[in-house]
């Protein structure tokens, strides 16, 4: 009877054991499924990351071959080649500024000694200067007053740009007369723009000085009824 007992209990220490190794390997198990799922999602971040950054490097390489396009080819006269005609070009830099036909300020030198200086500069030099410095008119250092003189020059995509540049800001906030003479200077379609703008950011709160203004309007530029308009148009929305 007792021989009986022991080998019972023999029997049910051997299934206690073997259900500890099951445990064990069904645990080692799970932990190794948990291991897998997060190399497999490790992977999955890697490869879209690498994916984003592929992308990133695609989009980077097409800009840098834009650019590097349109400074091979900086000067292509569309439509008015008369050379001996003048461009009119104003600083936006608060500094003073040289404009050279040669490298290194030789040639031909245009400085322009704060902003809103501006200079007629015929239209032979200005293709020389802008072999040299069409980086600096794409960032808006200094504008043509003229859009048919970009368009000439064919760097009209940089009308666009330059207008919508932090440098421009500094000429809608008529720190000077200077700010107003300029405006006054250039043609039409490019006033619209400022003086949009500038009674944008009347209709906003911001302050000018007074005689400012009166001066835009005294030339014809209507500021204080763009206002309104602009004003009139929020109550409507409101």
Do not use: C, W
């Not at 992977?43 to 994916?51: C, F, G, V």
């Not at 461009?87 to 036909?101: A, E, G, Q, R």
């Not at 008119?137 to 043509?144: H, P, S």
């Amino acid at each position: 009877m007792a021989e009986k007992k022991e080998t019972t209990s023999k029997s049910t220490r051997k299934k206690v054991a073997n259900q500890e190794v099951n445990i064990e390997t069904n645990k080692d198990s799970l932990d190794l499924e948990i291991e897998l799922e997060n190399t497999k999602k490790e992977k999955e971040e890697m490869n879209n990351a690498l994916l984003a950054l592929q992308k990133q490097l695609a989009e980077l390489q097409s800009k840098i071959d834009s650019k590097e396009e349109n400074q091979g080819n900086p000067v292509v006269i569309k439509q008015n080649g008369d050379l001996t005609r003048t461009v009119k070009v104003v600083s936006l830099l608060p500094n003073v500024y040289n404009l050279s036909t040669q490298p290194l300020g030789k040639g031909k030198l245009y400085q322009f000694k704060n902003f809103g200086d501006s200079h007629m500069i015929k239209f032979g030099d200005m293709q020389d200067i802008l072999a040299l410095y069409l980086t600096q008119f794409e960032k808006g250092y200094a504008v043509l007053t003229n859009k048919q003189d970009y368009e000439d020059l064919g760097i009209g995509y940089i009308f666009d740009e330059v207008m919508g540049k932090e440098k421009v800001e500094k000429l809608v906030k008529l720190e000077n007369d200077k700010a107003v003479e300029t405006i006054l200077d250039m043609e039409e379609d490019m006033q619209e723009k400022i003086i949009g703008i500038i009674a944008n950011k009347i209709a906003e709160g911001v302050s000018y000085d007074y005689n400012k203004i009166k001066k835009l309007e005294d030339a014809g530029l209507e500021v204080n009824e763009l206002v309104d308009l602009i004003q009139a148009g929020k109550q409507v929305t409101a």
